[in-house]
């Protein structure tokens, strides 16, 4: 079953890309490059090695948004998911802060922070926050309750219960909050470039746009889809390894 969706998404994939040259067919580059010529800028760009700094940049933002991310979003939904009390105060503000478009807010952050890395890391970082905090708090409330009174029962602290039942047991929860947040991560950084940098894929999308280069902005497009794929795949690889190791563990 899964080698047959593989092959059918890579048909699929074909398919797209001759849809792609056929509505390029006489049309303008400037309007709608075909596949062939952004394939070219694309290896081009890589080959050459003028795509990497900027690749460098947004990749640096992206990562180091994502762990801000996590550690305060995966942080403050554990305290969140143990206590009520603070849930119930905290989380309509959370909701409010989180309602006003990050795009709105980053000529702010420019001012505060700097057309620098930091802002646009920052951008990043709250971006992804949200549903990492969301997933995390729901995995640590919906835990079994029979598992739960058995730990009770045995006098675990909520420390224990917390790091060896509710945590694991919320695991694929949380993850499935990090495969939104990874993707959300590069939008975040994108969106920091757009606003005001000199370096960044964000920031050659704009250089591109200056230029009138449609094709090398869908180069750029394209880079930054397999960016999101890799990075998609590489949490779904940690969450197998991840789910493998807590199997193996439950066994021993």
Known sequence: MRKNAAITSVILGILLIIVWEYLARGLSNLILPNPTAVFLKLQEGIVSGDFLPHLLTTLTEVML?????????VGLGILIGENEFLRKVSFPYIVISQAIP??????????????GMTSKIVITALICFFPLLEATASA??????????????IHASQMQTLWHLKIPAGLPTILQGLRVAVILALVGAIVGEFIGANQGLGALIIASQSMMDTTLMFAILILLSMIGFLLYGLVNLLESKLLRYKKGDTKH
Do not use: C, S, T
Request: proline share 3%; charged share 10%; glycine share 10%.
């Open 65 to 73: 948004g994502l762990f801000i991310g996590i550690v305060f979003g």
């Open 102 to 115: 990050k795009i709105a807010l980053a000529p702010l952050f420019m001012l505060w922070f700097g057309y």
């Open 140 to 153: 640590v409330r919906q835990v079994n309750q029979q598992q739960l009174d058995l730990f009770r029962l």
